[in-house]
């Protein structure tokens, strides 16, 4: 068994609907994965199925080798950090306080207890700080670390939520339409900060340029199955994919 995610003829059933079928998708250490397909193909299961959200009804995933059953509230322990659609941030905390909810796990006390002052907690929350610092000038938005995120524009606000994932310094990110409501000179900054991470990527989009520009391999879901797995070239090159976003029987 490879290291890295392996998630292996997964299947998902919500009633008499399938879902997925037999899906398999690889995303080796450090790789940049893409799953693309036409709308209702099955990506955000597949990504909910590797968040925990969704409970697979057929297949086995591998996490570094060892079978891996996801939970949501336990992927950060795992190494593994997410960004959904929805932005998730709290409007009542500061930029740097919801990236802190992120780091929570480093600390021993954790965040509740710094956030509320309880005792033997001022080391962890000023770590704690450090770290959200860090990870918000690595983003390039260190000067919005007090501000309240709903003041900020969207694209600075989509950074936040990338820096709360960020900060656990996670070996697999998970991102589901990490391009949604971004320009285009912020979709080419997005692409440079995914090429600039060290850890694995596996990337649930719609956005073409992107997809193509910063994936190692991408896989390819129309009605729940895999019709395509390759280099960002192949996948271009391959009818069955041009077949299946036009909507021509193959
Ligand atoms: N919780 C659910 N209950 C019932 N059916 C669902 C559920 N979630 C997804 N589906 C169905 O499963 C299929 C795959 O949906 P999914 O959202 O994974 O596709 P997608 O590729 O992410 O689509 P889009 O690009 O539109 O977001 C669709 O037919 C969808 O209606």
Redo the contacts with the bound molecule.
Sequence with gaps: MNNGLSVQGVG?R??G?V??EGVSVEVPPGSVVGVI????????????VVCGF?RPTAGSLHWDGEPFRPRPDRLAAAGIARTLQGLGLFAGLTVAENVMIGAHRRSRSGFAAALFGLPRSDRDERELRGLAAETLDALGIGAAADSHPGVLPYAVQKKVALARALVTRPRLLLLD?PAGGLGSEEVDELAELIRSLSCAVLL?E?HMDLVMSVCDRIVV?DF?KRIADGTPAEIQADERVTEAYLGVAS
Excluded: M
Aim: aromatic content about 8%; proline content about 4%; cysteine-free.
């Design positions: 998902v919500f009633g609907l879902a997925l397909g036409p709308n209702g193909a099955g990506k955000t299961t597949l990504f909910n969704v339409e649930v719609h879901l729940g």
